[in-house]
């Protein structure tokens, strides 16, 4: 057995290396189709006319893509959920509040309990049902929370406003936010005690603080973030990407003639399905077992010349290890030079690999390795 094994360890060993580098090669080789014209945007065609093979769609382009993207964002409508049980909780309170603190606002100000003129009630009474029924108003076309998504509400003619799980587009021209909501409240206020309060322009600003108006200034729109997020997805999920289609037979485009913006758009798309196709179902498998032949008949042929013709070679297990990492490191960089913003496949040094070999093995080696 130990005679068994160092004699045929060497072969087994050196075979293993040669399945090894031809796997990772295999590996490496890009699956995808070439398409076999090239062309320029703004470029004469110099091919022969070119005909439509099969139907495919027409992609369009990134700048398109961009436009329409920023024109769905321009005209999407937020989402804010509606609380119809505010208006009635404010005004109940606000109520309240103002029959609890009436005794102390007479002390503070005493002229809120003189009858008002042409009437039996008193200004304090005047006062409460006009801020009733301001906040009524208010709350009749609706007080919004902003969220630091949206600075200002009005950037939006519409919005949709959630009831009960239903949604509906909601005009916001009559809208409140909380600062035109409480200017609108004391500016009202300011107006209608000063009928009855001649020259006390101060002690009103002074009663209308007191009053805490602010504290009644809900808001029954809050901003529904994860429904907006998710319409908003939805929408440019279901965005087009394509503008048109080619049938098959219809003419792309004839020799000579200028490639506009329109014509490259659609030699693109040709060329993505092309490539497309070439990596699907038995195209893929049947490119997939060429590229295992050709790899392992390079490989076996390296193999078999340095078995039968370069023996001293073969026996050297570094020098077996050098030549397979070279092919390995060229297929490497081949790979890479065709990822985008990578290094350009006329600058890898190919023509240095018979110079290596030949420095480090032989002439023979180095034009067979080459080939």
Do not use: C
């Amino acid at each position: 057995m130990k005679r068994f094994y160092k004699k045929y360890s060497k072969h087994f060993y050196r075979i293993l290396l040669f399945i090894a580098a031809a796997g990772l090669v295999l590996y490496l080789i890009p699956r995808k189709g070439i398409f076999r014209y090239e062309y320029s945007h703004g470029k004469p065609w110099h091919h022969e006319t070119l005909i439509a093979p099969y139907d495919f769609p027409v992609y369009k382009s990134q700048t398109e893509l961009k436009a329409e993207k920023e024109l769905i964002l321009q005209n999407f409508k937020p989402y804010f959920i509606v609380d119809e049980s505010i208006k009635q909780e404010i005004i109940s309170d606000f109520q309240s509040d103002i029959n609890n603190n009436r005794s102390a606002l007479a002390k503070k100000f005493p002229f809120i309990e003189d009858i008002l003129s042409g009437t039996h009630t008193t200004l304090i009474k005047g006062i409460e049902s006009k801020t009733t029924e301001l906040l009524m108003q208010i709350y009749r076309f609706g007080l919004i929370a902003m969220p630091e998504e949206i600075p200002d509400i009005h950037t939006f003619s519409v919005i949709m406003a959630v009831k009960n799980n239903f949604a509906e587009p909601y005009e916001t021209e009559s809208i409140y936010t909380y600062q035109s909501a409480y200017r609108f409240v004391s500016q009202e206020l300011n107006a209608f005690i000063s009928k009855s309060v001649q020259n006390k322009k101060d002690v009103i600003d002074d009663l209308i603080n007191e009053m805490g108006l602010n504290k009644y200034l809900k808001a029954d729109f809050e901003y529904d973030e994860e429904r907006t997020e998710y319409e908003k997805q939805k929408i440019l999920k279901n965005m087009s990407l394509t503008s048109g289609v080619v049938i098959s037979g219809q003419r792309i485009i004839d020799t000579g003639e200028i490639i506009n913006e329109e014509t490259a758009k659609i030699l693109d798309s040709l060329k993505n399905a092309h490539e497309a196709n070439l990596g699907k179902g038995r195209s893929s498998t049947f490119i997939l077992l060429g590229q295992g032949l050709l790899v392992a008949i390079l490989f076996l042929s390296l193999y078999l010349f340095l078995y039968f013709i370069r023996n001293q070679v073969y026996n050297n297990f570094s020098a077996v290890l050098f030549l397979l990492l070279i092919a390995i490191f060229m297929v490497i960089m081949a790979r890479l030079s065709q990822t985008p913003s990578a290094i350009s496949l006329y600058i890898i040094p190919f023509a240095i690999l018979p110079i290596l070999v030949r420095v480090f093995l032989d002439s023979r080696l180095s034009f067979f390795f080459t080939l």
